[in-house]
């Protein structure tokens, strides 16, 4: 991902978890509904079917994580891979689902 797409958040963050945290927790989000509200009417052009999809990152500069708006978009050749992939998964004869396992 380029400087130059990434959009950060404002009026969501992430919260690294505290040192007496368990394992299972990686940490915790922090929303102003007014500040986030606003944000995502600025940036409504990357609402795809009702969904914003967003990055967790790590900053090399500080260490600290960030937000940002997740503006991947899949190229013919990623969407291709995944099909090859995907063309031997093994269906379940009863419930005639795919099984992630042959």
Do not use: C, W
Not at 20 to 32: H, T
Not at 37 to 55: A, D, Q
Not at 62 to 91: C, E, L, R
């Amino acid at each position: 991902m380029s400087e130059k797409t990434m959009i950060f958040t404002k009026g969501i963050f992430f919260n690294e978890k505290h040192e007496k945290a368990p394992d299972f927790v990686l940490g915790g989000l922090s929303v102003n509904p007014v500040e986030f509200g606003e944000f995502l009417r600025e940036n409504k052009e990357h609402i795809k079917e009702g969904t914003v999809r967003f990055s967790i990152l790590r900053s090399k500069k500080t260490n600290k994580p960030y937000v940002i708006i997740d503006t991947y978009i899949p190229t013919q050749k990623d969407k291709d891979a995944v099909n090859n992939q995907t063309n031997g998964i093994v269906q379940d004869d009863e419930a005639n689902e795919p099984v992630p396992f042959p």
